[in-house]
Structures are given as C-alpha cells and as structure tokens.
C-alpha cells in the first residue's frame, strides 16, 4: 500500500508560480511512474492529466494545456515529486492530486493504483 501526501498548494496572483510536492510512503517508489492531475471547481467527475514521469525521471509527459509553463520532477531519494507551476492563470485553478501507477505512465485517470488527498491551487486575477 503507496500513500501519498501533497502539499505546497495556496492562493497566488495570475502569472505567479507555485511548487507543489508529494511524498509517498509505504512502497518502493522507484517502482512506480508518477503524474499530477487536477480537478477543476464543477467538474468533479473529471481529473484533468497535468503532467507524469517515468521511474527514471527521464520520461516526462505534460497535458496541453500546461506545455511549456508546468515542469514535473522526482526525487527517489527523497520519495518525492514535484510540481512547479509558471505563469499560471485563472483556469489553473483546482484541486491538484499527485497519483502513482505500478510500472509505466498513464494520462488516464482510471489506470492508477494510488492517489493522495489533493491540495488546492486557487488563481486569483
């Protein structure tokens, strides 16, 4: 049993940055590939894929809509991934949850074994 933990969420002005983090526990973590999903205010049956990293650290995927602005990372040492989000906007507004699969990465929601409690990222303008 893999249970994550994120943090590191908050309320930043448009065009800030925030850096969130999750640290898991309970498993080898260098096992699992790691990804950010959000869920936005009104669509909670929809988690939205962010970004995923393999168990390396050098396969990385990022969803559409944070190409260029999101950057995931991981630290295997630490069991620990990060999030740093630039330039953010509004619609980056959500509840952001960190979820690990067994093996390779996934932008569906459904193909992932574990998922933390989530922390809010509010964008204010």
């Known amino acids: 049993q893999v249970h994550l933990g994120e943090s590191g969420g908050g309320l930043v002005q448009r065009g800030g940055s925030l850096k969130l983090s999750c640290v898991a526990s309970?498993?080898?973590?260098?096992?699992?590939?790691m990804s950010w999903f959000r869920q936005a205010p009104g669509k909670e049956r929809e988690r939205e894929f962010v970004?995923?990293?393999?168990?390396?650290?050098?396969?990385?995927h990022y969803g559409d809509a944070v190409k260029g602005r999101f950057t995931i990372s991981r630290d295997n040492a630490k069991n620990t991934v990060y999030l740093q989000m630039n330039s953010l906007k509004t619609e980056d507004t959500a509840a952001y949850y960190c979820?690990?699969?067994?093996?390779?990465?996934?932008?569906?929601?459904?193909?992932?074994?574990?998922w933390g409690q989530g922390t809010q990222v509010t964008v204010s303008s």
């Open positions: 979820a690990a699969k067994y093996g390779s990465g996934s932008s569906r929601a459904k193909e992932y074994d574990y």
């Open positions: 970004a995923s990293i393999n168990f390396s650290g050098n396969g990385k």
């Open positions: 309970g498993g080898a973590f260098a096992d699992y590939a």
